[in-house]
Each structure stands twice: as structure tokens, then as C-alpha cells.
T-cell receptor, first 116, second 110 residues
Framework: DSGVTQTPKHLITATGQRVTLRCSPR?????VYWYQQSLDQGLQFLIQ???????AKGNILERFSAQQFPDLHSELNLSSLELGDSALYFC???????????????FGEGSRLTVL | GQQVMQIPQYQHVQEGEDFTTYCNSS?????IQWYKQRPGGHPVFLIQ?????EVKKQKRLTFQFGEAKKNSSLHITATQTTDVGTYFC??????????FGAGTQVVVTP
């Protein structure tokens, strides 16, 4: 158990719909990262938050947005869903998020999104 | 931008054999991390290398960071069925950004 909690574990929805994925980081971790993993693919970095503020942005579509709340949990919002958005979405947390610092990532178990 | 490449993409290994997976970055890294993702699971941190030429061992796993801090390798000896999974390297650049490689998927045949 990494200490990172993601909900829901599974989600099935239709094209054009909107979903919200939730992540609770490990206690005390200030950084939250979101990754997308399509079938048999690598980890595509979407976005990182540090203590409530956006820290880094990766290949995140305009239809996707995220935020980190004062209690440090984060939500990833996916809208106007397309078939190609079907993937495993991982959240990870880390105790450090500043440039030049090091820190391992603790991954949640992921939210599997299926768009039909 | 920074790119991290891993080879091979797939590795079929006979149980008991050794193999190596390689990670190469287009830019100099401040450190590199390795993760393992079991089938159906989530990535789990294995190790972090920081110093040029650093070598670290974890039982049958040997991790190495290149002298130029642009490449790394993971060598597994006497492969076991428990080694099945995908191994990812992740390089952190001087700005703190962590970039994952595409991973090496390891299949072990008994």
C-alpha cells in the first residue's frame, strides 16, 4: 500500500461525457502528479501540482483540467470524452516538488477509464 | 525537450538467465530513478541514482548511472518468474522535471 488513494478504481462512460478522478496523496506529501497509461504504453505525464499550485505541465489536452485543493487532494477532470481517452490514469505523490530537489514518486493503484 | 529512451521495449528471458535493460537521455540528468510495474499493478519505486558512475545493488538487481549522467542500466541476474513486469526508468533534469521512459516489458519463461 503506497498510501496514495485514487477513486474510482473503474469507470465506464460514453463519448462526450465528463468525468472526475480523485486522488488523495500520502499524508504530508505536497506534490501530486497525474499520468496517463494507455494499453501496453508508457507513462505519459499530464500535470503536476505542488501545495495547491500548478508546477509543471506535460501532454495534457485542453479538454482535461486538474486542480489541487487546500487539503492537498487533487482532481483530474476529463471532458468531451473520446474513445482514445480510455486508459489507466495514475496519480502519484512526492514529498518534494521544487526544481532541483529529488524525491521518489508513490503511485496510487490507478483509475481505469473506459469510454464506449 | 528532454527525452528518455529505453531499450529493449520487450525482453523475453528464460528463467535463470541474465538480462540488461538500458535507459538513455538526450540531456544530462540530475538523477535517475527506476520503477517496476507488475502486470495489473502500479509503478513501484525501486531505486534512485544521483552520482556519476554510481552503482547500486539490490539482491539480483544491479543499477548503474553513466559517467556522463545521460544513461543508466538495470541488470538482473538469474531471472526468476517474480521478475515479470515492466521496468521504467525516469530521468530528472536540472529543472526538476521527471521524464519516464517507455519501459521494458519483461516476460520470463520457466
Amino acid at each position: 500500500d503506497s498510501g496514495v488513494t485514487q477513486t474510482p478504481k473503474h469507470l465506464i462512460t460514453a463519448t462526450g461525457q465528463r468525468v472526475t478522478l480523485r486522488c488523495s496523496p500520502r499524508s504530508g506529501d505536497l506534490s501530486v502528479y497525474w499520468y496517463q497509461q494507455s494499453l501496453d504504453q508508457g507513462l505519459q505525464f499530464l500535470i503536476q501540482y505542488y501545495n495547491g499550485e500548478e508546477r509543471a505541465k506535460g501532454n495534457i489536452l485542453e479538454r482535461f483540467s486538474a486542480q489541487q485543493f487546500p487539503d492537498l487532494h487533487s482532481e483530474l477532470n476529463l471532458s468531451s470524452l473520446e474513445l482514445g481517452d480510455s486508459a489507466l490514469y495514475f496519480c502519484a505523490s512526492s514529498p518534494r516538488g521544487l526544481a532541483g530537489r529529488t524525491g521518489e514518486l508513490f503511485f496510487g493503484e490507478g483509475s481505469r477509464l473506459t469510454v464506449l | 525537450g528532454q527525452q528518455v529512451m529505453q531499450i529493449p521495449q520487450y525482453q523475453h528471458v528464460q528463467e535463470g538467465e541474465d538480462f540488461t535493460t538500458y535507459c538513455n537521455s538526450s540531456t544530462t540528468l540530475s538523477n535517475i530513478q527506476w520503477y517496476k510495474q507488475r502486470p495489473g499493478g502500479h509503478p513501484v519505486f525501486l531505486i534512485q541514482l544521483v552520482k556519476s558512475g554510481e552503482v547500486k545493488k539490490q539482491k539480483r538487481l544491479t543499477f548503474q548511472f553513466g559517467e556522463a549522467k545521460k544513461n543508466s542500466s538495470l541488470h538482473i541476474t538469474a531471472t526468476q518468474t517474480t521478475d515479470v513486469g515492466t521496468y521504467f526508468c525516469a530521468g530528472r533534469d536540472s529543472w526538476g522535471k521527471l521524464q519516464f521512459g517507455a519501459g521494458t516489458q519483461v516476460v520470463v519463461t520457466p
